[in-house]
């Protein structure tokens, strides 16, 4: 079964101090990672796509990486505006179809 | 360009009613996908439809069923709703690549609400 789990649930951190969220997976041949932010009562925005170990994007403040068993969201110098839930998922085993499995989010707290 | 829009925003609903929600892919789009999202939790598969037809199913009953239209908009129905199908109601949309799994664009959700 596959599965996807973020640590830590929550993170409180002031403005300026760095970080980084956990996404584990266990997932028959993996097809993709998907990082997405949310916000109260919102769908989820996308942010980045991982295909393959190793690689790495970023986006202003924040950076993924990806190994062969977990990924990292890398927070440098927040904002307060980058507080959200930051969700990962993967696709689906089986081939075909993409549904995703998402893990149950890392809630970020950034305090002025 | 517009996003993934859905409709209703919100909806209240008593015990045992249907419910029928809608969603309009992005532009260029052939594939949406459902998902249920309880308070404090990541969303959860419902199901795919590609091509007008349900592709793939996560664990969901049978009174969760669904429709894609030729022109690649969705719908999900629920029956005989019950207090726990009280969430938040997501449709994502992306295209259909083969092999690699392609971005999925989520809407602003609908809130269904069951009393």
């Known amino acids: 079964e596959d599965q996807v789990t973020q640590s830590p649930e929550a993170l409180r951190l002031q403005e300026g101090e760095s970080s980084s969220l956990n996404c584990s997976y266990t997932?028959?041949?993996?097809?993709?990672l998907f990082w997405y932010r949310q916000d109260p009562g919102k769908g989820p925005e996308f942010l980045f796509t991982l295909y393959s170990a190793g690689e790495e994007k970023e986006k202003e403040r924040l950076k993924a990486t990806l190994t062969k068993k977990e990924s990292f969201l890398h927070i440098t110098a927040p904002k307060p505006e980058d507080s959200a839930t930051y969700l990962c998922?993967?696709?689906?085993?089986?081939?075909?179809?993409?549904?995703?499995?998402f893990g149950k989010g890392t809630h970020l707290i950034i305090q002025p | 360009d517009a996003g993934v829009t859905q409709s209703p925003t919100h909806l209240i609903k008593t015990r045992g009613q249907q419910v029928t929600l809608r969603c309009s892919p992005k532009s260029g789009h052939d594939t949406v996908s459902w998902y249920q999202q309880a308070l404090g939790q990541g969303p959860q598969f419902i199901f795919q439809?590609?091509?007008?037809?349900?592709?793939q199913r996560g664990n969901f009953p049978d009174r969760f069923s669904g429709h894609q239209f030729p022109n690649y908009s969705s719908e999900l129905n629920v029956n005989a709703l019950l207090l726990g199908d009280s969430a938040l109601y997501l449709c994502?949309?992306?295209?259909?690549?083969?092999?690699?799994?392609?971005?999925?664009?989520f809407g602003p959700g609908t809130r269904l609400t069951v009393l």
């Open positions: 994502a949309s992306s295209v259909n690549r083969g092999v690699s799994a392609d971005t999925q664009y």
């Open positions: 439809y590609y091509e007008e037809e349900e592709r």
């Open positions: 997932v028959s041949g993996l097809r993709g």
């Open positions: 998922a993967v696709p689906n085993s089986g081939g075909g179809a993409d549904g995703l499995t």
